[in-house]
């Protein structure tokens, strides 16, 4: 792997399901120790465009190497390298946080400590607690602690603060500026754009399966001629962030 290799590098995606295009055309790049979010409408194609991203959908068309990796030929390589966290953790009900924590720690060879995840997404007081008597925002903070347990040097988030209170959210966000501090490189997808504009240093905006833009916060609110991140996506894309698919 060559040094100048960008962390994320997503060149014409496209995924179909059955009749429906969920990606039509996403290409992305994201540099190493930048952070780049993504944000669309419900149905604009982000979580089948960073589960192409992660390996985990096979695209019908376009390319994806993270880290110079092929994540459909290079798969064992880039579990040691990338830490995924989706909006749904499928995850062992009955097993407890420490439990789970120290599972996934197993699979690397130099995994951060235990306490050291219990502390950073501050779940310590509930380390004998089980899965499914977390509640949801810890659920969330426990998605984050496996996905960083190897100490990836990529991260891909999705939806990071579904279901978070106010001050859990921002606690997650702290998170996620630590790891930045660290040199690791992340893909956000958010629907919040106080988020977005706090922690990334560009933003994609997908709509109906394609980019319409990409560019800095900044960037897109000056190009759409508005004050704000939430009134540029609208002048974007004619939708509300929060919109459901038609």
Known sequence: MHSTEPAILA???AKSYRDTRAVVDVS???EVGEAVGVVG???AGKTTT???IAGLRVPEQGRVRVLGLDP????????????VQLQQAQLHHALRVTELVNLYRSFYPDPRPTEELLNLVELTEQRRTSFDKLSGGQQQRLSIALAIAGRPRVVILDELTTGLDPTARRRMWGTVERLRSEGVSVLLVSHTMEEVERLCDRVVV???GRVVALDTPAGLIARAGTT?????FVALTGRQLTEEPA
């Open 206 to 208: 997908l709509d109906a």
């Open 11 to 13: 060149e014409h995606l």
């Open 41 to 43: 409408a419900n149905g």
């Open 50 to 52: 960073v589960e192409m």
């Open 28 to 30: 992305l790049r994201v």
């Open 72 to 83: 459909r030929r290079d798969r064992a390589r880039l579990r040691q390298v990338l830490g």
């Open 228 to 232: 704000t991140l939430d009134d540029a």
